[in-house]
């Protein structure tokens, strides 16, 4: 899948998009520019997949309720013990 995955926030849905533009622009700029993106037109959730770094900048409200940090934590009680 990916080696690491950042997880943000921004104030507003202009914040969310400033942030996701600024990133993409920089992505660019060191020479990787197929990054793909996702949720841009609505700027509640951003995906940004850059290959290596998947990257979810997301408005609070947003954030709280789908709750991805507790699905890839290391103590969610979704995993089996092996």
């Known amino acids: 899948m990916a ?3 950042v997880v943000a926030s921004g104030r507003s849905h202009r914040h969310v998009g400033a942030i996701a533009d600024h990133l993409l622009r920089s992505l660019k700029d060191h020479g990787y520019g197929r990054a793909r993106v996702e949720g841009l037109p609505h700027c509640d959730w951003v995906l ?3 290959g290596d ?5 997301f408005r609070p409200e ?3 309720f789908y709750n991805i ?3 890839w934590s290391v103590d969610s009680g979704h995993r089996a013990a092996v």
């Open 53 to 57: 770094v998947i990257v979810h900048i």
């Open 48 to 50: 940004i997949d850059a």
């Open 62 to 64: 947003v954030r709280a």
């Open 69 to 71: 940090e507790k699905i």
């Open 3 to 5: 080696d690491g995955l």
